[in-house]
């Protein structure tokens, strides 16, 4: 038969074709001491260290291993994993061989390589112990970055903009508390419904903070802006006892001027004090910052720095200087002119934050500057812009006085324990007779019609003892302080024109009660803040959530009924059972909503 031609080209060629040598497959035993383990030793090695998923057959089996390093080289438990091994792979499919090749790798010691401390287990096992120990959770709780600066809005800013958007980290996203909180300008309705009281520093029952309520937090945080009214209360005593001594109706005094000089200097340590740590607020926690100014109350402390400062410029010693130069008033009145813009502009332009709305005596902070700077302005030798000022405030002061002084029914009565506050009414006019007295030359009659309404106003409000019955230390008080000290001061200013026993008798009284009322605040603060250390509680005010809480259910309401309506009756039976007449203040006539079931 014949051969095919292909096959006998096979037969005839001499020697196989070779194969390039980077193509050329070469086995591991054929190079001596390349690998002297076999796959086959190898495996049964770490059979005690792999888990064999159950076979389809016995002649093709699927390994899906899985290897954990020992943290011991022992061979101790070794009976527990060949155990384990036999449920792996069925008796059925075993060879006798195997379990003997089995028993030789029992008596292999393995030894394990010690772990870095970079390793990934490594990592995780000091973040375990670290997260265990409770000082360390207060070192890294994340709870309060939404209000901080570098670690909040601007952190995430920056993420952003490196094209790596900011993920936060909580266990709990849902939580108020949880550190994924990201402030936002809150409406000022949503303070009024969160808080509660003239101040509105009180939380609500049905309302939950943003920020832990269960611990204390950082100082900077509860520190809040009214601190500037001590600067105002210890500023202006500096002003009073220089008048004392330099007045002529109180000569027969004969204080000295050292005392001003002492007072001039404690208040610029207070004032460059108090504005440093309120600064570092600002720097490090500008977001508590921005919801004090966004706060219908507090926004009118923002006009106290600016205030004191004005205080010292007008109480600065003969001593140090007996003129001071003009451009000092430009510089202090021009941020006081850009937060009146902003602040007038809403009370009346209308909308959330209309006068109507917001009146509370706090608000007459915001209008003693403009008083307070054309007096320091007539006395430098100005004559417009002094008047400018004068002018704007004697606008907003009549519509600010009578807006308080009909009390609105969407302003809420006062407590008894914030009944001082009124004596924020006295402030403006005492201030204003004496700017008009220097920008005219003379205590003439409208000078005297000012300070005649202070004077009645301040009788009117001494006369109330139970004003001051019940009521506890706030540190807002200090802005209450500075009110007695102008009204004292615009007295010694009347009496150097009229001159009587009366006038001077009464510039003596009220000097003396003003400086009482600071010493014993003064003496206060340093008992609460060194003693007692409870004067910068938490300051709730900024940590009210954005969400309103969820309605109460109607079946709740008609069993209980309504919350507004039991408020009120025992807001009059508390007056009802005090010795207080003023019973008509705790009256409140019930609406149709808070009587409808």
């Given at each position: 038969?014949?051969?095919?031609?292909?096959?006998?080209?096979?037969?005839?060629?001499?020697?196989?074709?070779?194969?390039?040598?980077?193509?050329?497959?070469?086995?591991?035993?054929?190079?001596?001491?390349?690998?002297?383990?076999?796959?086959?030793?190898?495996?049964?090695?770490?059979?005690?260290?792999?888990?064999?998923?159950?076979?389809?057959?016995?002649?093709?089996?699927?390994?899906?291993?899985?290897?954990?390093?020992?943290?011991?080289?022992?061979?101790?438990?070794?009976?527990?994993?060949?155990?384990?091994?036999?449920?792996?792979?069925?008796?059925?499919?075993?060879?006798?061989?195997?379990?003997?090749?089995?028993?030789?790798?029992?008596?292999?010691?393995?030894?394990?390589?010690?772990?870095?401390?970079?390793?990934?287990?490594?990592?995780?096992?000091?973040?375990?112990?670290?997260?265990?120990?409770?000082?360390?959770?207060?070192?890294?709780?994340?709870?309060?970055?939404?209000?901080?600066?570098?670690?909040?809005?601007?952190?995430?800013?920056?993420?952003?903009?490196?094209?790596?958007?900011?993920?936060?980290?909580?266990?709990?996203?849902?939580?108020?508390?949880?550190?994924?909180?990201?402030?936002?300008?809150?409406?000022?309705?949503?303070?009024?419904?969160?808080?509660?009281?003239?101040?509105?520093?009180?939380?609500?029952?049905?309302?939950?903070?943003?920020?832990?309520?269960?611990?204390?937090?950082?100082?900077?945080?509860?520190?809040?802006?009214?601190?500037?009214?001590?600067?105002?209360?210890?500023?202006?005593?500096?002003?009073?006892?220089?008048?004392?001594?330099?007045?002529?109706?109180?000569?027969?005094?004969?204080?000295?001027?050292?005392?001003?000089?002492?007072?001039?200097?404690?208040?610029?340590?207070?004032?460059?004090?108090?504005?440093?740590?309120?600064?570092?607020?600002?720097?490090?926690?500008?977001?508590?910052?921005?919801?004090?100014?966004?706060?219908?109350?507090?926004?009118?402390?923002?006009?106290?720095?600016?205030?004191?400062?004005?205080?010292?410029?007008?109480?600065?010693?003969?001593?140090?200087?007996?003129?001071?130069?003009?451009?000092?008033?430009?510089?202090?009145?021009?941020?006081?002119?850009?937060?009146?813009?902003?602040?007038?502009?809403?009370?009346?332009?209308?909308?959330?934050?209309?006068?109507?709305?917001?009146?509370?005596?706090?608000?007459?902070?915001?209008?003693?500057?403009?008083?307070?700077?054309?007096?320091?302005?007539?006395?430098?030798?100005?004559?417009?812009?002094?008047?400018?000022?004068?002018?704007?405030?004697?606008?907003?002061?009549?519509?600010?006085f009578v807006t308080l002084y009909q009390r609105l029914p969407t302003n809420e009565t006062l407590p008894k324990e914030l009944h001082p506050v009124f004596f924020l009414?006295?402030?403006?006019?005492?201030?204003?007779?004496?700017?008009?007295?220097?920008?005219?030359?003379?205590?003439?009659?409208?000078?005297?019609?000012?300070?005649?309404?202070?004077?009645?106003?301040?009788?009117?409000?001494?006369?109330?003892?139970?004003?001051?019955?019940?009521?506890?230390?706030?540190?807002?008080?200090?802005?209450?302080?500075?009110?007695?000290?102008?009204?004292?001061?615009?007295?010694?200013?009347?009496?150097?024109?009229?001159?009587?026993?009366?006038?001077?008798?009464?510039?003596?009284?009220?000097?003396?009660?003003?400086?009482?009322?600071?010493?014993?605040?003064?003496?206060?603060?340093?008992?609460?803040?060194?003693?007692?250390?409870?004067?910068?509680?938490?300051?709730?005010?900024?940590?009210?959530?954005?969400?309103?809480?969820?309605?109460?259910?109607?079946?709740?309401?008609?069993?209980?009924?309504?919350?507004?309506?039991?408020?009120?009756?025992?807001?009059?039976?508390?007056?009802?059972?005090?010795?207080?007449?003023?019973?008509?203040?705790?009256?409140?006539?019930?609406?149709?909503?808070?009587?409808?079931?």
């Open positions: 038969m014949g051969e095919h031609p292909a096959s006998l080209e096979l037969k005839e060629s001499p020697e196989p074709e070779t194969v390039p040598s980077l193509l050329q497959l070469v086995s591991s035993n054929e190079v001596p001491g390349f690998d002297s383990i076999t796959v086959e030793n190898e495996t049964n090695k770490f059979l005690n260290q792999i888990k064999v998923s159950q076979p389809s057959s016995c002649d093709e089996r699927t390994l899906s291993i899985s290897i954990s390093m020992p943290s011991s080289p022992t061979a101790a438990g070794m009976d527990d994993e060949a155990q384990v091994f036999k449920n792996g792979v069925p008796d059925s499919c075993m060879a006798s061989d195997s379990l003997g090749e089995y028993k030789e790798a029992q008596a292999v010691k393995f030894l394990s390589q010690p772990m870095e401390k970079g390793s990934i287990l490594g990592e995780a096992g000091t973040i375990k112990n670290t997260n265990q120990h409770p000082n360390n959770k207060k070192l890294k709780d994340k709870r309060f970055d939404s209000f901080k600066t570098w670690s909040g809005r601007l952190e995430r800013q920056l993420s952003n903009l490196r094209g790596r958007p900011h993920e936060i980290e909580s266990d709990d996203e849902s939580s108020p508390n949880s550190g994924n909180f990201e402030p936002l300008p809150l409406p000022v309705d949503r303070y009024f419904d969160a808080l509660e009281g003239p101040e509105l520093e009180t939380l609500r029952d049905s309302e939950e903070i943003v920020l832990p309520h269960d611990k204390r937090w950082p100082f900077l945080l509860r520190y809040p802006i009214s601190s500037f009214g001590i600067c105002l209360g210890v500023s202006s005593q500096a002003i009073l006892w220089k008048a004392l001594a330099t007045a002529t109706s109180t000569k027969f005094l004969h204080i000295n001027l050292v005392i001003n000089l002492i007072l001039w200097w404690i208040s610029v340590a207070l004032i460059t004090t108090v504005a440093s740590i309120y600064l570092l607020k600002v720097i490090l926690y500008f977001e508590a910052v921005r919801r004090e100014y966004y706060h219908p109350i507090r926004v009118n402390f923002f006009f106290s720095p600016w205030i004191a400062l004005l205080f010292l410029a007008l109480g600065v010693p003969p001593s140090i200087t007996s003129k001071l130069p003009a451009a000092l008033w430009y510089v202090l009145m021009t941020p006081l002119f850009c937060l009146e813009l902003k602040i007038y502009g809403q009370w009346m332009s209308g909308g959330q934050r209309r006068l109507s709305k917001v009146a509370n005596p706090s608000n007459h902070l915001s209008i003693v500057g403009n008083f307070v700077g054309a007096l320091l302005g007539a006395s430098m030798g100005l004559k417009e812009g002094p008047v400018f000022f004068f002018a704007v405030g004697l606008a907003h002061y009549t519509v600010l009414f006295v402030a403006a006019p005492s201030v204003a007779s004496m700017a008009w007295a220097s920008i005219q030359g003379s205590f003439d009659y409208g000078s005297r019609i000012a300070y005649f309404i202070a004077l009645f106003l301040y009788f009117s409000l001494a006369v109330r003892i139970n004003f001051f019955r019940g009521f506890t230390f706030s540190l807002s008080w200090w802005a209450y302080t500075f009110p007695m000290t102008g009204a004292a001061i615009a007295t010694i200013r009347y009496s150097s024109v009229v001159t009587n026993i009366f006038t001077q008798t009464l510039s003596v009284i009220l000097s003396i009660v003003a400086t009482l009322t600071v010493t014993a605040l003064l003496v206060t603060t340093i008992l609460h803040a060194f003693v007692l250390r409870d004067l910068f509680p938490n300051d709730i005010a900024i940590a009210i959530s954005d969400r309103k809480p969820k309605p109460l259910k109607k079946w709740f309401i008609r069993r209980h009924g309504s919350l507004d309506y039991n408020k009120d009756i025992g807001n009059f039976l508390k007056f009802a059972s005090a010795d207080c007449k003023d019973i008509e203040a705790a009256l409140k006539i019930p609406t149709v909503e808070a009587t409808s079931v």
